[in-house]
């Protein structure tokens, strides 16, 4: 058996395969987020671990344990987690969603080699700023890092005792030279960094340690077990669905929104402000484009309109043109293709026409628009897309993925009944570091249970109103 242990932002979720693949079970247990002022967001790196325990405790009471063999990891990207020498926590992690350090990520973007080495605009959600911001605001905790983790490495010290990171998480940091797979003394220092305070780097399907004897008995496992590098949370969904060749992509409808392009090269373009970073099985790189609020948008309404976001969805019936109700998504600031950390959601062209169908709709159209901006910008930073796999909760809604192919004008398929997450690409991972077993082995994609394609009566309509969505975002800032 094999086990994927995905640290999020809202849960921690184990997933438990058979040699076969076969999911066996699937626990999650809840976290939550701590926003002390504006822009910030935080979680103690206490809570994973107990959280990890309770998703654990519960697969150990189902299911004999004893069998296991690997454990992949994957986690929210670019979270800041700093330790002392004792290995003590130094503060609450800094989150991938937090943008305090707006102005310290600007100011290294502007660096000579912060985007030629790094392949990446330095996005206030990374890494780097954050320990930037800390320096100036907090010298004294800056004084005593010895170490920086990312948050599923900190989760890995606690299961092995090793202090490891890999590629594709190392990537979001502004701290890696993306083509070498290396961390940087010249990226590093730009920060106030250096080498030793950061963890050593292995592949993500390659070993990484083993297991702590007294987790181990703790939770019934007999014999030694594998910890794979692991993954960042979309390079461990693309494990998961396959999407590892040049030519496949998915887009992703999590908290955050993702269209993500699988490449056997390295294609920085920073000024696209696409993600560009290693992927998690050697010699392998991915594009990213990224929204930060994706089906956060839509909980965002349903909490305003005490619905649940599947109510809302499911009374919209046939796909339609939009209407005069439109919507932009920055909740919390964007990356692709603004950069903006001060952008803001906002609505527009209201009548007293609108109603609750007709929010729920510019809300999932302002969304996807987002998407669609995304996708030009992977095109015009080289990638090559025929078709994207849909996946994450959002992709349970039909009428979203039919807005989703007539507004990007492409086929979306969607896969059978199944979980192809983060969860099961990292026990993926763990299957291959224990085994050694290739991708091509190990990484096939799902069966497509369908292939929704654009409808051409409405792509123009949604291409105008696009027009219409991009002209809205100056009005944005915040």
Request: charged fraction near 20%.
């Amino acid at each position: 058996m094999f086990l994927g242990l995905d640290l999020g932002t809202s849960g921690v979720k184990a997933v438990l395969i058979d040699e076969r693949q076969r999911v066996l079970a699937s626990e999650t247990a809840p976290l939550s987020v701590q926003r002390p002022q504006p822009m910030w967001s935080e979680q103690h790196p206490a809570d994973w671990i107990a959280a990890t325990e309770a998703a654990m405790a519960a697969l150990a009471r189902s299911h004999d344990l004893s069998a296991l063999r690997g454990i992949g990891l994957s986690g929210q990207m670019h979270g800041a987690v700093a330790l002392d020498r004792a290995g003590e926590v130094l503060r609450p992690a800094i989150l991938w969603n937090d943008t305090r350090a707006h102005l310290e990520a600007a100011e290294l973007d502007a660096m000579a080699d912060m985007r030629r080495l790094s392949g990446n605009i330095v996005f206030p959600g990374f890494t780097a700023p954050k320990l930037v911001w800390m320096a100036r605001h907090e010298p004294d905790l800056f004084d005593r890092v010895a170490t920086v983790l990312l948050p599923k490495d900190y989760l890995r010290l606690w299961l092995t005792g090793e202090r490891v990171g890999e590629m594709s998480d190392a990537s979001g940091t502004s701290w890696l030279d993306v083509a070498a797979r290396d961390w940087s003394p010249t990226l590093l220092a730009a920060s106030g960094m250096r080498r030793d305070q950061m963890p050593a780097l292995v592949e993500g399907s390659a070993p990484s340690g083993q297991l702590r004897r007294e987790l181990a008995q703790r939770w019934g496992i007999a014999a030694p077990v594998v910890v794979a590098g692991g993954a960042g949370d979309n390079a461990a969904t693309a494990i998961g669905a396959g999407t590892v060749a040049a030519g496949q992509g998915f887009v992703s409808l999590g908290t955050s929104g993702v269209v993500f392009a699988a490449s056997d090269r390295f294609l920085p373009a920073p000024e696209t402000a696409v993600h560009a970073f290693c992927h998690a099985l050697p010699q392998t790189w991915h594009q990213m484009g990224v929204i930060l609020s994706a089906s956060a948008a839509l909980e965002w309404l349903a909490g305003i309109l005490q619905a649940k976001p599947a109510e809302l969805t499911a009374t919209l019936g046939d796909l339609q043109a939009p209407g005069s109700a439109m919507f932009l998504p920055y909740l919390s600031g964007e990356r692709t293709p603004h950069n903006d950390a001060l952008a803001r959601g906002l609505f527009a062209g209201l009548t007293p026409s609108t109603d609750r169908a007709a929010l729920t709709r510019a809300v999932l159209e302002g969304v996807t628009f987002a998407l669609a901006d995304n996708l030009t910008a992977l095109r015009a930073a080289g990638a090559d897309l025929g078709a994207l796999l849909a996946l994450g909760g959002g992709a349970r809604s039909d009428y979203w993925l039919r807005l989703i192919a007539t507004t990007l004008d492409l086929p979306v398929l969607l896969p059978v009944g199944g979980d192809f997450g983060a969860a099961f690409g990292a026990a993926r991972l763990g299957l291959m570091a224990e085994t050694g077993a290739s991708a091509a082995e190990v990484c096939t994609m799902p069966k497509i249970a369908a292939e929704i394609r654009p409808d051409p009566a409405l792509v123009p309509a949604f291409a105008e109103t696009h027009a219409r969505f991009r002209a809205l975002y100056p009005a944005s800032r915040g």
